[in-house]
């Protein structure tokens, strides 16, 4: 059973810069596709960015192309999520998952319990 536990979320004012982590146990995060999903407040869970099984390519949400940047370090087991000028439409709950396969999806094998980011205006 993969555990995967979230860090690194906070209260930033925009345009500040925070990189979250995600940190497994119970598994080898290479075996997986991996991503972060965000949920706003009232809103549905969605797709942020993706990092592929095998590590070398990624997908990001529109929203957030060019200011967010996933990556991986399998020798620490982590995934990474540097999310550069931040905006308050940013302010979610950030969620890691792992999924069986080649990209991650919304269906993902496991989730944690997510790290909160605030961007105050």
């Known amino acids: 059973q993969v555990q995967l536990v979230e860090s690194g979320g906070g209260l930033v004012q925009a345009g500040d810069s925070l990189r979250l982590s995600c940190a497994a146990s119970g598994g080898t995060l290479s075996s997986y596709a991996m991503g972060w999903f965000r949920q706003a407040p009232g809103k549905e869970r969605r797709f942020v960015a993706g990092?592929?099984?095998?590590?070398?390519?990624?997908d990001y949400a529109d929203s957030v192309k060019g200011r967010f940047t996933i990556s991986r370090d399998n020798r620490k087991n982590t995934v990474y999520l540097q999310m550069n000028s931040l905006k308050p439409e940013d302010t979610a709950v950030y969620h890691c998952?792992?999924?069986?396969?080649?990209?991650?999806?919304?269906?993902?094998?496991?989730w944690g319990q997510g790290t909160q980011v605030t961007v105050s205006s």
């Open positions: 998952a792992a999924s069986d396969g080649v990209v991650v999806t919304p269906t993902a094998n496991y």
């Open positions: 990092i592929r099984w095998g590590g070398s390519r990624t």
